[in-house]
C-alpha cells in the first residue's frame, strides 16, 4: 500500500477519534441539558463519520470490493443522530429544563 494511501487513511481515523473524543468530553464538561446533548450528536456523527471514510478507503485499497455496510450506517447514522438530540431538546424545552446561568437565548423567558 502507497504511504500517501496510509496517511489518508490515518487521517480520517485519527480525526474521527479526534471528534469522538471532543464528543465524550463535552458530555461530561458542559454546563446544562441543551450544551450536552449537542456535543455528543455534533462530534460523535463527525467521529463515526471519519472513521467510516478511513474504513472504506482502506477496504477499497486493499482489493476488497465496497460494502454496503458501511454506507447503510453511515446513512443511519447522519439520519438519526441529529433528528434524536433534537426531540430531546423539544423535550426539554416542553419540561422547562434549567439552564446554566450564564445561558443566552432561553425560549420561555417571554412567559
Same mark, same amino acid.
Given at each position: 500500500?502507497?504511504?500517501? *494511501?496510509? @496517511? *489518508?487513511?490515518? #487521517?480520517?481515523?485519527?480525526?474521527?477519534?479526534?471528534? /469522538?473524543?471532543?464528543? +465524550? &468530553?463535552?458530555? &461530561?464538561?458542559? !454546563?446544562?441539558?441543551?450544551?450536552? *446533548?449537542?456535543?455528543? %450528536? %455534533? =462530534?460523535?456523527? @463527525?467521529?463515526v463519520?471519519?472513521? &467510516?471514510? =478511513?474504513?472504506?478507503? #482502506?477496504?477499497n485499497?486493499? =482489493?476488497?470490493?465496497? +460494502?454496503?455496510?458501511?454506507?447503510? &450506517?453511515?446513512? #443511519?447514522? #447522519?439520519i %438519526?443522530a441529529?433528528v +434524536?438530540?433534537?426531540?430531546? /431538546? $423539544?423535550? /426539554?424545552?416542553h419540561? $422547562? *429544563? $434549567?439552564?446554566?446561568?450564564? %445561558?443566552?437565548? $432561553? !425560549?420561555? +423567558?417571554?412567559?
Open positions: 500500500m502507497n504511504i500517501w *494511501v496510509e @496517511l *489518508v487513511i490515518s #487521517f480520517f481515523l485519527l480525526g474521527g477519534a479526534l471528534f /469522538a473524543l471532543v464528543g +465524550s &468530553i463535552g458530555l &461530561i464538561r458542559l !454546563p446544562d441539558f441543551f450544551s450536552r *446533548v449537542h456535543a455528543p %450528536t %455534533t =462530534g460523535t456523527t @463527525l467521529g463519520g471519519g472513521t &467510516i471514510i =478511513g474504513s472504506v478507503i #482502506f477496504f485499497v486493499t =482489493g476488497h470490493f465496497l +460494502s454496503l455496510h458501511e454506507l447503510l &450506517i453511515s446513512m #443511519f447514522l #447522519f %438519526t441529529p +434524536s438530540g433534537h426531540m430531546m /431538546a $423539544k423535550v /426539554a424545552i419540561l $422547562k *429544563v $434549567k439552564l446554566a446561568p450564564g %445561558t443566552r437565548g $432561553k !425560549p420561555w +423567558s417571554s412567559e
